[in-house]
């Protein structure tokens, strides 16, 4: 049975390099960056939306936070610390990436395969002009606009 050449032989196989690609076998460079994109999104998403959520939303209701620290002025004053502005930017950034590249591929799972090319500019499009929606807001909150 070890004479066999289709014995189960793991860790033994032969692997050799092709000098020549085939035209079939294109390679891909923009994707692994999306998936690490969705990747970073999914942790920052799982982790730092609830704790968000929570503060801004229910911990008043439970009585765990005062209501006056959560007030337009008081927000507005602490948005004024970068490390507050940063932890929304990567929020609002993380989880705008992950969601659309979830859509993305939750809608080509689904059929709609042809349109593949479409809903990349689509939906990646939403995600990086609201992230630097984010980004505007998070460097010039404060400032007076241009047309005010």
Known sequence: ???EPT???PGHEVVRASPRVSPAQ?????????????SAGGFITAFLLPVTIL?????????LWPPDR??????????????VRLFFLVLIGG???HGMHRLKHTLVDIGVRRAEPL????????????TLAALYYTF?????LPWT
């Open 7 to 9: 014995a189960w032989n």
């Open 95 to 97: 989880s705008l990436f």
């Open 70 to 83: 959560l007030a337009y002025d008081a927000f507005a004053e602490r948005f004024g610390d970068p490390l």
């Open 55 to 63: 503060f801004l939303s229910f911990s008043v209701t439970l009585g």
């Open 140 to 144: 010039f909150f404060g400032v007076p």
């Open 119 to 130: 809903l990349n500019v689509i939906l990646y499009g939403i995600a990086i002009l609201g």
């Open 26 to 38: 294109r390679e891909v460079f923009f994707e692994p960056f999306l998936w690490g994109l969705f």
């Open 1 to 3: 049975m070890a004479d």
